[in-house]
């Protein structure tokens, strides 16, 4: 029988945790030292005895995503703090909204961006970044200014250029194909940004890789449904906006003749 999981954080955990934050403050440029205390968090978050909402909220409030974003941009360079980084702020994200929004402030989108970019060809910080990117983007946020946000720092290009990079990776995938159809879905300037970033070329590699997927294979049509009807809808418009400038300009033409004639008749 499993034991129940408790709801406050143990006193070992607590000490354990203010020594792990208080060694990454004090050796900020020690990067075996800020590796090492991360591992250490992770291993706290996966403490059976506790439920994980309980020690994100804990996390957060003692100032782990604030501490963490610190070490990413300390240690850029690093492969080892970017993932880990990565999967410890996914773990306090989708445990707690509150934390979203500390690392949201924090500038959490950058500093996931440069991790990606960075470490281009590194599969498990493309997958730890992307699943974060795929917290941050959630619909059900209804985050519109953070959508625009993504897509003018290069958000859609980025993801793209992460599923070319590891097209056989299904975590990887499955999450571009999520942050890519949500950064399109109810703003026409992001979905245009979006489609081209390459996003209907990436999803049907997707899918020509994963056919047997059906995650992946899911997400990938999802995201082609969202861009080609919204491209559809696109082109539809500027055809209604030119039929309509076309026929501003013909009365606008027909008023200048009427008034030319007017103006004939007078001096007759």
């Not at 060694?23 to 978050?45: K, N, P, S």
């Not at 590194?122 to 983007?137: K, R």
Request: hydrophobic fraction near 45%.
């Amino acid at each position: 029988m499993t034991p129940a999981r408790r709801s406050g954080v143990t006193p070992r955990s607590q000490a354990l945790l203010r020594a792990a934050l208080a060694a990454m403050r004090r050796h900020v440029g020690a990067e075996a030292v800020q590796d090492a205390a991360i591992t250490c968090l992770l291993w706290l978050f996966d403490d059976k005895d506790v439920e994980n909402n309980i020690m994100a909220e804990h996390m957060g409030k003692a100032g782990s995503v604030e501490t963490l974003l610190a070490a990413q941009s300390r240690h850029r360079g690093s492969v080892d703090i970017q993932g880990e980084a990565c999967r410890l702020l996914y773990f306090l994200f989708i445990e707690s909204e509150e934390n979203l929004a500390r690392a949201l402030s924090a500038g959490i989108v950058e500093a996931v961006l440069v991790a990606m970019r960075t470490h281009m060809l590194n599969v498990q910080v493309q997958q730890e970044a992307s699943a974060v990117l795929n917290v941050v983007t959630n619909p059900e946020l209804n985050n519109v200014e953070l959508t625009i946000q993504l897509a003018d720092m290069g958000a859609a290009e980025t993801v793209v250029a992460a599923m070319h990079t590891h097209v056989t990776d299904t975590w990887v995938q499955r999450n571009g194909c999520q942050v890519l159809r949500a950064m399109s879905s109810g703003n026409a300037q992001t979905m245009t940004q979006v489609r081209r970033a390459g996003a209907i070329k990436a999803a049907e590699a997707a899918i020509k890789a994963h056919s047997r997927k059906k995650s992946v294979v899911k997400e990938a049509r999802k995201l082609l449904r969202t861009v080609r009807t919204g491209a559809r809808v696109e082109v539809y418009s500027q055809a209604v906006r030119a039929s309509t400038r076309a026929a501003r300009q013909e009365r606008q033409a027909k008023v200048d003749t009427s008034q030319k004639h007017r103006s004939i008749r007078k001096c007759v």
